[in-house]
């Protein structure tokens, strides 16, 4: 969060008088409030900021930098009944209901424009990826008067396939590791038997039944047996070799028209089910930075977005994957002092550039204590995974989970809001013993349980998606 400057609320709100005072209110002129608190005694939000979608930890960073840039948030959330208006965070004006059966649909479309108008909102954001594309084909809707904070239509469906993806990468400059396309059983062959262990994922999520993120794979046979029992396959399957290894996040955003874009680089130095567990800032090395901007330009991504990074120890990074939107890190990014909130509303011109509120916390990690819990329970229980890294016994796990309750930075937990960090700990705690009680008692539970927001995954692999199957050789950056 951003540094107080020592300044008192009275001084804050007689400087906001005189600003306001001065300027047209039609001008987006309002930066960062130099206090500490996310609301100021006298200081009257002007902008508003509408979020739509489920209540997740990057709601919770983005609701907190608008409200310290002088923005009234208010959630519009989907399935909700409109009890808990605005329990989520004090940082929230209101939590508005949304009947989840009019996503998709025009009659979703105009219910949200007439909350936009109602509310007369200045932006409108949202952070799943189906939900961006719905209202990015409806763009012409809400704008001008209302900025809809996402990327072209274009762009978001010309990245959808994760093969597209690593295609437009080995021509921005990143390093690409061998891939292998698999449709059927039969193709298995192809993959060379010293490139095991391999971790395979779809091309595209919705096409595969059932529904996979990324799966691992010691040997052919074990694979063939996954692949010949899959109901549908509706896009290639991409296999990599598996590399445990730390990942590199490298959050940004961007402007429309491209005059504005700011990236930063985060090292994550242990996963749990795939997922970052620890966040901590690093250099971000110039020819991944201009890999990364050759991309983003290619394809006109606007507003914020995250590359996911493959960097085995001392070595180059590999190019993963690219979300167009907030991800599941964005609160501990921002908790480290980036805020791609803020960065955002002054991408699209609603807010100047704020340079003093950006200055990065020190290199402590950032994590979600109440995902180090878990990560420690499923240790005492014995089931942390290969991919889980780094690999280490029993006790050096509970140790390094101890050590990070202990020094590491909650993402969720702030003073300010005491509201939004309850809420969130106490929501992800009920969740997580329901899911534990239907595996223990349910005997027809899957076993899996469910996942309160969760995050963007973290592949182990990278590669290139040749159309002919053969293998590629890893590209110099």
Same mark, same amino acid.
């Given at each position: 969060?951003?540094?107080?400057?020592?300044?008192?609320?009275?001084?804050?709100?007689?400087?906001?008088?005189?600003?306001?005072?001065?300027?047209?209110?039609?001008?987006?002129?309002?930066?960062?409030?130099?206090?500490?608190?996310?609301?100021?005694?006298?200081?009257?939000?002007?902008?508003?900021?509408?979020?739509?979608?489920?209540?997740?930890?990057?709601?919770?960073?983005?609701?907190?930098?608008?409200?310290?840039?002088?923005?009234?948030?208010?959630?519009?959330?989907?399935?909700?009944?409109?009890?808990?208006?605005?329990?989520?965070?004090?940082?929230?004006?209101?939590?508005?209901?949304?009947?989840?059966?009019?996503?998709?649909?025009?009659?979703?479309?105009?219910?949200?424009?007439?909350?936009?108008?109602?509310?007369?909102?200045?932006?409108?954001?949202?952070?799943?990826?189906?939900?961006?594309?719905?209202?990015?084909?409806?763009?012409?809707?809400?704008?001008?008067?209302?900025?809809?904070?996402?990327?072209?239509?274009?762009?978001?469906?010309?990245?959808?396939?994760?093969?597209?993806?690593?295609?437009?990468?080995?021509?921005?400059?990143?390093?690409?590791?061998?891939?292998?396309?698999?449709?059927?059983?039969?193709?298995?062959?192809?993959?060379?038997?010293?490139?095991?262990?391999?971790?395979?994922?779809?091309?595209?999520?919705?096409?595969?039944?059932?529904?996979?993120?990324?799966?691992?794979?010691?040997?052919?046979?074990?694979?063939?047996?996954?692949?010949?029992?899959?109901?549908?396959?509706?896009?290639?399957?991409?296999?990599?070799?598996?590399?445990?290894?730390?990942?590199?996040?490298?959050?940004?955003?961007?402007?429309?028209?491209?005059?504005?874009?700011?990236?930063?680089?985060?090292?994550?130095?242990?996963?749990?089910?795939?997922?970052?567990?620890?966040?901590?800032?690093?250099?971000?090395?110039?020819?991944?930075?201009?890999?990364?901007?050759?991309?983003?330009?290619?394809?006109?991504?606007?507003?914020?977005?995250?590359?996911?990074?493959?960097?085995?120890?001392?070595?180059?990074?590999?190019?993963?994957?690219?979300?167009?939107?907030?991800?599941?890190?964005?609160?501990?990014?921002? *908790?480290?002092?980036? %805020?791609?909130?803020?960065?955002?509303?002054?991408?699209?011109?609603?807010? =100047? #550039? @704020? /340079? &003093? $509120?950006?200055?990065?916390?020190?290199?402590?990690?950032?994590?979600?204590?109440? *995902?180090?819990?878990? %990560?420690?329970?499923?240790?005492?229980?014995?089931?942390?995974?290969?991919? =889980? #890294? @780094? /690999? &280490? $016994?029993?006790?050096?796990?509970?140790?390094?989970?101890?050590?990070?309750?202990?020094?590491?930075?909650?993402?969720?937990?702030?003073?300010?809001?005491?509201?939004?960090?309850?809420?969130?700990?106490?929501?992800?705690?009920?969740?997580?013993?329901?899911?534990?009680?239907?595996?223990?008692?349910?005997?027809?539970?899957?076993?899996?349980?469910?996942?309160?927001?969760?995050?963007?995954?973290?592949?182990?692999?990278?590669?290139?998606?040749?159309?002919?199957?053969?293998?590629?050789?890893?590209?110099?950056?």
């Amino acid at each position: 969060m951003p540094r107080s400057t020592g300044l008192s609320t009275a001084t804050v709100s007689r400087f906001w008088a005189l600003s306001t005072k001065r300027k047209s209110p039609s001008v987006r002129t309002i930066s960062h409030l130099p206090g500490g608190d996310y609301a100021p005694v006298g200081v009257r939000p002007s902008l508003t900021s509408l979020i739509f979608g489920l209540w997740s930890p990057a709601w919770l960073a983005w609701a907190r930098s608008c409200r310290a840039a002088g923005f009234d948030v208010h959630l519009l959330n989907i399935g909700s009944d409109g009890a808990r208006r605005s329990r989520y965070s004090s940082c929230l004006s209101s939590s508005l209901p949304f009947d989840r059966e009019l996503i998709f649909r025009p009659e979703g479309i105009d219910a949200i424009r007439r909350q936009v108008e109602a509310l007369g909102a200045d932006c409108l954001t949202a952070n799943r990826i189906e939900h961006i594309e719905w209202l990015a084909a409806n763009r012409g809707v809400f704008e001008p008067d209302c900025k809809l904070i996402a990327s072209p239509y274009e762009a978001l469906v010309a990245l959808q396939s994760k093969r597209s993806q690593l295609d437009i990468a080995a021509s921005a400059g990143f390093r690409i590791l061998p891939t292998w396309l698999v449709v059927n059983a039969d193709e298995v062959d192809r993959i060379p038997p010293e490139s095991y262990p391999v971790a395979v994922r779809p091309a595209e999520f919705d096409q595969v039944i059932p529904k996979f993120k990324v799966k691992s794979f010691e040997t052919p046979d074990e694979l063939a047996r996954f692949v010949g029992g899959l109901g549908v396959i509706g896009s290639p399957l991409i296999a990599q070799p598996f590399m445990p290894s730390p990942n590199m996040l490298v959050h940004g955003v961007r402007s429309p028209d491209g005059s504005f874009v700011e990236f930063a680089g985060f090292r994550v130095a242990r996963k749990f089910r795939d997922f970052a567990l620890t966040v901590e800032r690093c250099d971000l090395p110039s020819e991944v930075e201009t890999a990364c901007r050759r991309f983003v330009d290619s394809c006109g991504i606007a507003g914020p977005f995250h590359f996911d990074l493959l960097w085995p120890e001392g070595d180059s990074p590999y190019f993963l994957e690219i979300n167009p939107r907030l991800g599941g890190t964005s609160g501990r990014v921002a *908790a480290l002092g980036f %805020h791609e909130a803020r960065l955002s509303l002054a991408a699209f011109g609603l807010t =100047d #550039y @704020p /340079p &003093a $509120s950006m200055a990065f916390a020190s290199r402590r990690r950032a994590v979600e204590k109440t *995902a180090v819990v878990r %990560h420690a329970w499923h240790t005492i229980q014995g089931r942390i995974r290969p991919s =889980d #890294y @780094p /690999p &280490a $016994s029993t006790i050096g796990h509970l140790t390094q989970d101890a050590i990070s309750l202990l020094r590491d930075r909650d993402s969720i937990f702030d003073w300010r809001d005491l509201r939004g960090s309850a809420w969130y700990g106490s929501g992800r705690a009920m969740r997580i013993t329901r899911a534990w009680l239907r595996r223990k008692f349910d005997p027809r539970s899957s076993g899996s349980g469910t996942e309160l927001t969760p995050e963007p995954k973290l592949d182990t692999t990278a590669g290139v998606s040749p159309v002919d199957n053969a293998a590629v050789r890893p590209m110099e950056s």
